[in-house]
């Protein structure tokens, strides 16, 4: 959310280090794209208050910004061209919702991975599955992906990181230090961005996450697990 290239520069070298990629293709999209999200909203705003915006056109000027990279990786590489997609955060459950509206795109998808992403919507019938941050993008997501052929599936991959407990007891209080000088991070201040973040996704403030996404909603239906201890979701926050 709010990413741009720019945020993912060493993760795209370590993925050609390691990998020997040919080629990684970013969406395109500048910190002002993600704005466009807010007149989608206003002009249906009986969706918004139930819970329940369209995929299309609250999320059109995503869609559009991947159908373009795939555009350009064709247009350089060939159709048959095979492709690996990572979506880090909100852009896990995003690119999922991209290729359940195109499903003809999983013949040329391998692996599709999420990393640090809130793919589980909140727990039914709880005051958090009402507050749904999403407003119901996730839960349509979640079933129009779930309803696509099994066969056709790619490798499913859900990276967690477990990084951040939420909040802080009595007890653990004074272990969590305003400032860390070896990471360069704020554990106190991490442990309670980390439970407000937690209470809201999962309905459970006092959890393991990577300090915004719990571990129980970062795993994708059907997928490989794949948890990373001490990892958070980026760096300092806010």
Not at 128 to 143: F, H
Request: with cysteine; charged share 20%; aromatic share 6%.
């Amino acid at each position: 959310q709010f990413g741009v290239r720019a945020d993912y520069e060493a993760l795209i070298h370590e993925l050609r280090a390691a990998t020997g990629l040919e080629r990684v293709e970013v969406v395109d999209l500048s910190r002002l794209d993600w704005l466009k999200i807010v007149p989608a909203t206003l002009t249906n705003l009986p969706a918004y208050v139930e819970g329940a915006l369209p995929l299309s056109p609250t999320l059109d000027f995503y869609f559009e910004r991947l159908d373009e990279a795939l555009q350009r990786l064709r247009r350089d590489m060939g159709d048959s061209v095979r492709i690996k997609v990572i979506g880090h955060s909100i852009g896990g459950w995003i690119v999922r919702g991209w290729l359940a509206r195109t499903p003809e795109l999983l013949a040329s998808v391998d692996v599709l991975l999420t990393l640090g992403s809130p793919n589980r919507e909140p727990p039914a019938g709880t005051v958090w599955a009402g507050i749904d941050q999403t407003r119901g993008l996730l839960r349509e997501i979640n079933q129009r992906f779930g309803a696509l052929e099994a066969s056709a599936m790619p490798r499913l991959v859900s990276v967690v990181g477990r990084g951040t407990t939420g909040g802080f007891t009595e007890e653990d209080a004074g272990l969590r230090s305003p400032w860390d000088e070896s990471t360069g991070r704020s554990p106190l201040l991490e442990g309670a961005v980390a439970a407000s973040s937690y209470l809201a996704l999962c309905g459970d403030a006092f959890v393991v996450g990577d300090g915004l996404i719990p571990a129980s909603v970062a795993s994708m239906d059907g997928s490989e697990i794949v948890e990373l201890a001490n990892c958070n979701h980026a760096g300092f926050v806010p």
